[in-house]
Nanobody, 122 residues
Framework: QVQVIESGGGEVQVGGSLRLSCHVSGLTFSNYAMAWFRQAPGKDREFVMAITRSAYSTFRGDFVKGRFSISRDNHNNTVDLQMNGLQPEDTAVYYC???????????????WGQGTQVTVIP
């Protein structure tokens, strides 16, 4: 059984930082591209960042603008999202996802976590 578990969400002041972590079990982690998506209340799910199987390259959503970075550890089956310069519009539930291809499209990812809430306080 595949499990995708996010952690690290919480409340932060404007301009602050958070580091989200995602641990995956039940699959061969190094065979999967990993991505982070987010969904704010009343909005569609939005692509944040993704990373290839070997961490050779990453892909980011247009709004990221260098504020976020993604990394992975194939020995520990984890992928992290470092978020700096957080703004109120970054408030959302952040989801970790695993898929066989690195794309911006949520439908290409097969396994999803339950999400972790990030709230940026003005």
């Amino acid at each position: 059984q595949v499990q995708v578990i996010e952690s690290g969400g919480g409340e932060v002041q404007v301009g602050g930082s958070l580091r989200l972590s995602c641990h995956v079990s039940g699959l061969t982690f190094s065979n999967y591209a990993m991505a982070w998506f987010r969904q704010a209340p009343g909005k569609d799910r939005e692509f944040v960042m993704a990373i290839t199987r070997s961490a050779y390259s990453t892909f980011r959503g247009d709004f990221v603008k260098g504020r976020f970075s993604i990394s992975r550890d194939n020995h520990n089956n984890t992928v992290d999202l470092q978020m700096n310069g957080l703004q109120p519009e970054d408030t959302a539930v952040y989801y970790c996802a695993a898929g066989l291809s690195m794309t911006k499209r949520s439908e290409t990812y097969n396994y999803w976590g339950q999400g972790t809430q990030v709230t940026v306080i003005p």
